[in-house]
Antibody, heavy 122, light 107 residues
Framework: QVQLQERGAGLLKPSETLSLTCDVS????????WSWIRQSPGKGLQWIGE???????KYTPSLESRVTVSVDTSKNQFSLHLKSVTAADAGVYFC????????????????WGPGTLVTISS | DIQMTQSPSSLSASVGDRVTITCRAS??????LGWYQQKPGKAPKRLIY???TLQSGVPSRFRGSGSGTEFTLTISSLQPEDFATYYC?????????FGQGTKVEVK
């Protein structure tokens, strides 16, 4: 069974960069798309972006100018960087795996990490 | 973006009740829709995929139906462990989008 675990700084100041990593255990990153999703009281669940093992990425348009998702296949992990955070970026951040490589499989999230809370405060 | 309009936003029900939750997509998405259950402090858990296929290990009281723009999640006989928040998710086209959620509460 695939397991995902988010880690990273949980408290940031406004304007800083949010950096999270998702460690994937059991199996490799190949053949799937790996996503970041966040949940905040104001906006519910929001998909942030995804990456495959080749490094091909796709982002949600509203965050695209501030987001970078990267992959390290040697460590079986992928990462999220979100620049210039504000209070609106606070919430729980999840990493997740899609069901397969086809377009309509990439966002069919089958496995999720437990989530990590990010707080933004000066 | 494809907007997913989920209703109701909350409902009160009793154990044994039949519960129905609806998601409407702003454009046709075929059957590229999943239903998720989320309990406080936990990640969402997929119940239904491809609009109507039950995820392995999920009780048969959960049923998904619909295609195109109208989708429904039905819980045939609500159990104590079913009190939670439910979300739909479309994965037909970027960006992947969720419904706003339906909180099922104890009546």
């Amino acid at each position: 069974q695939v397991q995902l675990q988010e880690r990273g700084a949980g408290l940031l100041k406004p304007s800083e960069t949010l950096s999270l990593t998702c460690d994937v255990s059991v199996g490799s990153l190949s053949g799937y798309y790996w996503s970041w999703i966040r949940q905040s009281p104001g906006k519910g669940l929001q998909w942030i972006g995804e990456i495959n093992h080749y490094g091909a990425t796709k982002y949600t348009p509203s965050l695209e100018s501030r987001v970078t998702v990267s992959v390290d296949t040697s460590k079986n992990q992928f990462s999220l960087h979100l620049k210039s955070v504000t209070a609106a970026d606070a919430g729980v951040y999840f990493c997740a795996r899609g069901a397969g490589p086809l377009l309509n499989q990439r966002g069919a999230f089958t496995f999720w990490g437990p989530g990590t809370l990010v707080t933004i405060s000066s | 973006d494809i907007q997913m309009t989920q209703s109701p936003s909350s409902l009160s029900a009793s154990v044994g009740d039949r519960v129905t939750i609806t998601c409407r997509a702003s454009q046709a998405i075929g059957n590229d829709l999943g239903w998720y259950q989320q309990k406080p402090g936990k990640a969402p858990k997929r119940l239904i995929y491809a609009a109507s296929t039950l995820q392995s290990g999920v009780p048969s009281r959960f049923r998904g139906s619909g295609s195109g723009t109208e989708f429904t999640l039905t819980i045939s006989s609500l159990q104590p462990e079913d009190f939670a928040t439910y979300y739909c998710l479309q994965h037909n086209n970027y960006p992947w989008t969720f419904g706003q959620g339906t909180k099922v509460e104890v009546k």
